[in-house]
Structures are given as structure tokens and as C-alpha cells.
């Protein structure tokens, strides 16, 4: 019985498992003789409570968790261990957002302000935008911006400070470029998101920035001190965002279950929902007089697509109409038009259409803008500051500029090597427009 007894024991105590080279075995002062039996294991030692550390908690072994190291002449099998790294793992604070390097969220790479850019830039950047076509359309690259290590989703332009270009990016990064500056065009490297970010608006308050990401996150962050003024967290990814037009204090979000939400960046609270089964929201537009948007969704059934476009009603939180774009493909992008009561419809079919903004809002079924591919990418379109023109992404890389009036190709600018996903109007200079691409590029053309 002894014997059974202390194999038994021996087995189930100590797991049996090799003996690790810092928990050596203990030391004999020699060999024993061939016909005695082995002794029997060890006995975990009896440990004292030592008053100094917290109470033990309910889910660990009161004995483990107010225990010390064992010394390093026993050996502990690793059943022991396992519970001793828990028990130890457990003690230690919880890390805050307080307590996280500053640092690693933000770096301030170069200057915000536009005493360094060149001459002609800083001239035609006081000028005030003359109204009408620009008398040419832009084609000449200006500048070449590198810095992103993955694609990039979007760029905006900044209304009060013209100098500054953000773009929102597939490697968890917001990056902020002085464009034209003669030293550094790396102005800013905001990293609060921990995932990837879609969407970038710069507040129409001037100095702050608002992006959206997969973090089921929105910001909104100081790009001067580098500091986030206010985190808008939803049970979704988010996919896009933007700023009411006639209320600087309030954005629309959309996100990967088809939420739409309007938040107050004061109280950082939803003050309006729009409800119905949609699916993933690939884009939102305001009207310019912030009474109505529209969102596009990937939700379609059958040959037709069901609440592909809706136009909602903001006061009302009810759909206008949700049979404004009947063909069989989904939309990655709309715009309003800024004077016309019309907006555009980039549409994976390879195209884009065009469909009124007042009731009943119909598509226009004898004119499209062709001759770009979509192909699955995220391509976005954008107006000139006229609206005269209409400038599309493409998946070939390149830039295609149509007349608006009659859909005619007007220019196409060879960009990127790889697809080319967003294209922006300069507010200020009418002949100048950034575009980004899905290998992590800016190129900025004049």
C-alpha cells in the first residue's frame, strides 16, 4: 500500500513534467542504497498570511495568493506555477488611459502654421476663390506625400487653415501634412485609434480633427496640443462621418450594422437615431442647408436595390425615399451637388449616376458619368468649388475629370500605380486637387 500510495501521489502532485533549469532538484548527500524505495514527494510547505498584501479574492486559492515566491532550491511542479503567475498577475493595476504614454498616441513631426510654405502657395492661399470654372483644371504634380504604411481611405482639405491636408489610413494612423511646407510636410501623427481608421472631417471650428474607425470608436482631437477633447464609442465599426453644415456641433456617423446617429460633440451624446434594417453604410452627405442626408448601404435584394440610397428627413428622423437608385449594384460614395438641387452616385456598376434632390427623386436614366472602374474598391467622387466639373477616383490609379453638364470625360490624370480612392477639391485654389491611393500614397496636382 505504501508503495501504491506514493506513486499515486507522486503523479498526480506533481504533474510529472520535466524539470525546468531554474528549479533545480534538490541536492543529496549520496546515492541511495539499490533496495530502498524512493521517498515520498514533498509537501508544499504551510504559508503564513502576510498582512501587507490584499485580501485574497474568491477565485484563487487563498494559501497561492498570499504567498511568496518559492525559493529557488524547491522545486514547483506546474500546477503551482500556473496558479503563482495568476495569483501575481492579479495584483498588479489595472492600466488607464491616463496613465498611457502620451507619446505613443501623438507626434508632433513639424509646423501647423504657414510661415514656411512657398511663396506662390501662400499668395494664392489669401486670395479669395473667384466663382465660376477655373480656367485651368489641374494636371501638374505639386507635391508627392509619403507616410502612411497601409492604404488610405480618405483625405480632407481644412476650410480655415488651407495649408493643411488629413488623411485617414488602413494602419490605425491619422496623419495631418502641411503640404507646401519647404522643411517638413509631416505636420502631425495622431495614433488614438487601435484599429483601422475610415473616415477623417476636419471640425468646422478650425483646430480639431474628427475621425471614425474600426475601433467602434469616433474622436474628435486637438491637432494643436495633440489631445483627444472627446471619444464617441457605439457597438459598430465606423465607417463614416460628417459634420452638419448648419451646426458645427453636430455629426452624423454610420457604421458596419447600418446605425445612423447624429451626436452633440458638447455632450457627446446621441440626439437623434434613424432606424431600419440596412446593412454596412458606405457613405453619408448632408444637404447644404443640413435639413436633409442621404446614406448609401450595401443592402440590396434580388435585381433591385432595396434602401441602396435613402433620403432622410433630419427633423423627422423618417425616410424620404428609399427607391431613389434601382439598379442592381450598391454605391460607395454620393455627393450633393453644391448649387443644384441634384446629387451623384458613384456606383460599382463602374459609373456614376446622377439623381434629383427634390421629390420624387429620380435617377437620371439618360446620362452617367463612364469610362472609370470601381471594381469593388472604396471610390469616392467630389465637386469643384463651381460645380462644373466632377472629379472621380478610378482602380486603374488614375484620376478622371468630367464637364458636369453634359457627363463628357474632360481630363484624365495617370496618379497611382495602384487604385486611387479619393479625390478633394482645394476650397480656396480652384486648380488644385489631393487624391490618395490604396497603397498608402498623396499626390497633390495644380
Not at 455629426?251 to 437623434?272: A, E, P
Amino acid at each position: 500500500m505504501d508503495l501504491l500510495s506514493a506513486a499515486y501521489s507522486a503523479t498526480s502532485d506533481e504533474d510529472d513534467d520535466d524539470l525546468p533549469s531554474s528549479f533545480p532538484p534538490p541536492a543529496t548527500s549520496s546515492p541511495p542504497p539499490a533496495t530502498s524505495f524512493a521517498p515520498p514527494p514533498l509537501k508544499r510547505p504551510r504559508w503564513e498570511h502576510q498582512p501587507h498584501l490584499p485580501p485574497p479574492r474568491p477565485f484563487l486559492q487563498p494559501p497561492l495568493h498570499n504567498a511568496a515566491p518559492p525559493s529557488s532550491g524547491r522545486y514547483v511542479s506546474k500546477r503551482e506555477r500556473a496558479l503563482l503567475a495568476a495569483s501575481s498577475a492579479s495584483l498588479l493595476p489595472p492600466q488607464t488611459t491616463a496613465e498611457l504614454d502620451s507619446s505613443d498616441m501623438f507626434v508632433a513631426a513639424g509646423s501647423i502654421t504657414d510661415t514656411n510654405l512657398r511663396a506662390d502657395i501662400l499668395h494664392s492661399l489669401r486670395r479669395q476663390p473667384k466663382p465660376g470654372p477655373s480656367k485651368s483644371m489641374p494636371s501638374k504634380l505639386s507635391v508627392s506625400l509619403k507616410g502612411h504604411t497601409k492604404a488610405i481611405n480618405c483625405v480632407d482639405w481644412s476650410a480655415t487653415h488651407a495649408h493643411l491636408l488629413a488623411s485617414a489610413g488602413m494602419d490605425h494612423t491619422v496623419h495631418v501634412w502641411n503640404v507646401w511646407d519647404k522643411g517638413n510636410t509631416i505636420a502631425r501623427v495622431l495614433k488614438h485609434h487601435t484599429a483601422a481608421v475610415k473616415d477623417v472631417r476636419w471640425s468646422l471650428h478650425g483646430s480639431s480633427l474628427l475621425s471614425g474607425g474600426l475601433d467602434c470608436s469616433s474622436q474628435l482631437v486637438d491637432i494643436v496640443e495633440g489631445k483627444v477633447i472627446k471619444v464617441f464609442k457605439e457597438e459598430q465599426a465606423v465607417e463614416v462621418i460628417k459634420f452638419d453644415p448648419s451646426n458645427p456641433n453636430i455629426f452624423l456617423s454610420g457604421g458596419s450594422k447600418g446605425s445612423l446617429r447624429l451626436w452633440d460633440i458638447r455632450s457627446g451624446l446621441v440626439t437623434k437615431e434613424f432606424h431600419r434594417s440596412l446593412g454596412a453604410v458606405l457613405d453619408i452627405e448632408f444637404s447644404a442647408d443640413g435639413r436633409q442626408f442621404i446614406s448609401s448601404t450595401d443592402t440590396t435584394r434580388s435585381n433591385i436595390s432595396e434602401n441602396a440610397i435613402i433620403v432622410w428627413d433630419v427633423l423627422r428622423q423618417v425616410p424620404l425615399s428609399n427607391q431613389v437608385y434601382t439598379e442592381a449594384f450598391t454605391c460607395t460614395c454620393v455627393r450633393y451637388h453644391p448649387h443644384e438641387a441634384s446629387f451623384v452616385a458613384q456606383s460599382n456598376g463602374n459609373y456614376i449616376a446622377i439623381c434629383s434632390a427634390r421629390p420624387p427623386f429620380k435617377l437620371n436614366k439618360y446620362m452617367r458619368f463612364e469610362g472609370h472602374g470601381v471594381w469593388g474598391f472604396p471610390i469616392k467622387c467630389n465637386f469643384s468649388l463651381s460645380g462644373k466639373e466632377l472629379a472621380s477616383g478610378s482602380s486603374d490609379g488614375s484620376i478622371y475629370i468630367y464637364d458636369y453638364k453634359s457627363a463628357r470625360p474632360l481630363r484624365k490624370i495617370e496618379a497611382f500605380k495602384e487604385a486611387c480612392t479619393d479625390v478633394v477639391y482645394h476650397p480656396v485654389m480652384p486648380n488644385v486637387i489631393a487624391s490618395c491611393s490604396w497603397a498608402g500614397e498623396i499626390s497633390v496636382f495644380e
